[in-house]
């Protein structure tokens, strides 16, 4: 291949593509052939971390641009798929299903939430921050406002609100690499630490990037073929997404005829649910609706103030491409999030439907447990069955199971090829090591660019900088997997949560800088500190102190609770002091204008 | 047109185009799922209308909604002169 690699893409990632369906095909026969899943599974995972692995390491770099905003050159295309990647954890590929089969309707508020936000990060940040030309969120925050307090508060909300985020993903990957690689839990945390890091020590924004457009392909084929293969096997139509108005219809009768949301489970086991919730069922009171659409604007707006899906906006050759890619972002994020409820919707219908050789609910104890995807799944703990009512038969309220598993054992439920599930774990481990990637450089950047070279050390030359944000990277990941390996949340608790961290600290502080001239450091500095102590004051009250939520806003919806107080405190301050000098005016005019030299490039 | 009135115009017209997008989004982000028990009485390609709205609807109305408005806005920063 001649060129550059930046002129290479189509062709580059065309073959990837190609290969990896070639690997799929392999594999394929390789279980033909009688090799047995666990190979399968090691397979699967161990050539997909070696290919990210390969890539992070062609892409290692010395140059300050390169490390941290990917010289900016990441055409739109490329970068709505890194984004997407990015933005699409190990939660919402393996429990955003699993949410949605247990929490039906009521769930939905993710899909709406982690969709919704991009038109805010295209109205409001994307193409302002791009102008600006700052490497990180904090940068733009520390040179807008100006001075080191604001700038080291943006430091402080980015690092726990990314930290929170970052020990969900470790330890899905660790969850993940210890079951397809049969390795214990705490040693499969450090192996997917160590993927992770491979991916993003030894070329920054650069490697990520390029690691993150590989991990989007493979995440979405893992995500969509197995859907696809169901709903054609089980006549739902060939694009299923469109076609499960009937399931859904369908499930409401069985949910009927099985006592869904009147038979209660009467025994309890450590980490499983039974289902109680009726799918389709909406919101029908004042205060269902209210805590659906804060949900919402809790995710929403953490969306638009979560640093490592701002900063992977700085990447773009110029603001058209970042806006263009907020636009491939969304669309990659969509194709994902608009097959979840049907994957859900499928799967229930499948354990659920008595006419339908998978379904399980109203059969016999005896025959159920005799199924091999039952018996694997429980000896790992993911499900449970208990004839609470000794009849002999297996009623809703005596079926518990993890979310997880809508995703991880569809494939087997459904009676498909072991090969799939292997995908899947791959397809996983992709979201979860992505994710992490994105948020670990955040943080480290951060830390590195905002707090040791604009505040501690300005003189710092350039190698020195690159190593103390490749050293902070690792103790930031070894920090994050100690956490992860306790054990301490469940996955999705602690990713909300990590939103509205973000959107309590950060969301008016950032969208008032560009959209309010009038806001000065003081209101900023006013802004993130009150409405970050005022979040977590709340998410104390609540979720710690036993204390009764205000309004139905629960510790999922602290965020609503921050922002307000945010916003007080920004408006208030801002208007009681000083307007900002003409310097600061102009530069603000300068940013919502496309053209031109970035804000920074300018100022040097 | 100066270069100071391109910018103060292209402003003008950049905050409208803003503030109309944010009101699409506002509804189908808020309004729309506030009625969810109500639009389920209504059956949409097979769905309950809330249930499609909020599995489908308003994310399809999102993609669509930030490819006019991206396309919105270059359009005025040409006609304003003050494009990349």
Not at chain 1, 121 to 140: E, H, I, M, Q, W
Request: net charge neutral.
């Amino acid at each position: 291949m001649n060129g550059r690699f930046i002129d290479n893409l189509p062709k580059v990632y065309g073959l990837y593509t190609g290969g990896f369906l070639v690997f799929i095909g392999l594999m394929a026969v390789l279980e033909q052939m009688g090799v047995s899943s666990d190979t399968l599974g090691i397979l699967f995972v161990a050539f997909t971390i070696a290919i990210y692995a390969g890539i992070g390491w062609l892409s290692r770099t010395m140059q300050v641009d390169a490390y941290y905003v990917a010289g900016r050159e990441v055409p739109a295309f490329y970068n709505g798929m890194a984004t997407a990647a990015d933005w699409m954890s190990g939660a919402s590929f393996v429990a955003m299903a699993g949410g949605v089969y247990f929490g039906g309707y009521g769930y939905l508020a993710f899909i709406v939430g982690w969709t919704g936000g991009y038109v805010l990060v295209n109205s409001l940040l994307a193409p302002y921050l791009r102008k600006f030309g700052c490497y990180t969120v904090p940068d733009f925050i520390g040179t807008r406002y100006g001075g080191n307090t604001a700038r080291l508060l943006a430091v402080i909300v980015l690092v726990v609100a990314s930290f929170t985020y970052v020990t969900a993903q470790i330890n899905a990957t660790g969850t993940i690499a210890a079951r397809a690689l049969q390795i214990p839990f705490e040693v499969g945390v450090w192996f997917g630490l160590l993927g992770i890091l491979l991916c993003s020590m030894l070329g920054g924004m650069r490697a990520v990037t390029w690691t993150q457009v590989a991990q989007y392909i493979v995440l979405i084929i893992a995500y969509l073929v197995p859907v696809f293969w169901m709903s054609n096997a089980q006549d739902f139509g060939l694009i299923p997404q469109f076609s499960y108005g009937a399931a859904v219809d369908r499930i409401s009768e069985l949910e009927a005829l099985h006592g869904v949301g009147t038979l209660m489970p009467s025994e309890h086991f450590d980490g499983l649910r039974a289902l109680t919730t009726p799918h389709a069922e909406a919101a029908n009171s004042a205060m269902a609706s209210w805590k659906f659409i804060t949900l919402v604007m809790v995710l929403m707006c953490g969306t638009a103030s979560l640093p490592h899906i701002l900063m992977r906006y700085f990447t773009t050759p110029s603001v058209k491409d970042a806006r263009r890619s907020v636009v491939w972002s969304l669309f990659f994020i969509f194709l994902l999030y608009f097959t979840a409820p049907a994957l859900a919707t499928f799967t229930k219908l499948q354990i659920m439907d008595p006419n339908l050789t998978t379904g399980i609910i109203g059969k016999s104890i005896a025959d159920v447990q005799s199924l091999d995807w039952i018996q694997k799944w429980a000896s790992v703990g993911f499900l449970a069955i208990s004839d609470s009512n000794g009849d002999g038969l297996l009623q809703i309220n005596e079926f518990f199971m993890r979310g997880d598993i809508v995703v991880l054992a569809t494939p087997e439920i459904a009676g498909l090829p072991y090969v799939i599930s292997g995908l899947v774990a791959a397809g996983g481990m992709a979201a979860a090591m992505s994710t992490a990637d994105g948020l670990l450089l955040a943080i480290a950047n951060a830390l590195s660019h905002d707090l040791y070279y604009k505040i501690i050390d300005p003189e710092a030359d350039t190698r020195t900088r690159l190593i103390v944000a490749r050293i902070l990277l690792i103790i930031i990941g070894a920090g994050g997997a100690l956490v992860a390996s306790l054990q301490l949340s469940s996955i999705l608790g602690a990713v909300a949560w990590a939103f509205s961290f973000a959107c309590s600290g950060l969301f008016f502080p950032l969208v008032l800088g560009v959209w309010w001239k009038r806001a000065n450091r003081q209101g900023a500095i006013a802004g993130m500190a009150i409405g970050f102590l005022v979040g977590c004051w709340y998410l104390y009250h609540v979720r710690f102190a036993g204390g009764t939520p205000w309004l139905g806003l629960d510790h999922l919806r602290f965020g609503i609770v921050g922002m307000a107080a945010s916003l007080i405190a920004m408006v208030s301050v801002s208007l009681a002091t000083e307007e900002p000098d003409e310097e600061t005016q102009a530069m603000v005019d300068a940013i919502r204008i496309p053209g031109g030299k970035t804000i920074l490039d300018d100022a040097q | 047109m100066s270069k100071k009135q391109a910018a103060s115009l292209h402003w003008r017209r950049t905050r409208k185009l803003t503030f109309t997008t944010l009101a699409i989004w506002f509804f189908f982000s808020f309004v729309i799922h506030w009625f969810g028990a109500e639009l389920n009485s209504f059956s949409f390609l097979g769905f309950p209308l809330g249930f499609y709205m909020a599995a489908q609807g308003s994310p399809i109305v999102f993609v669509i909604l930030i490819i006019w408005s991206v396309r919105r806005q270059e359009t005025i920063d040409e006609e304003c002169g003050i494009a990349e």
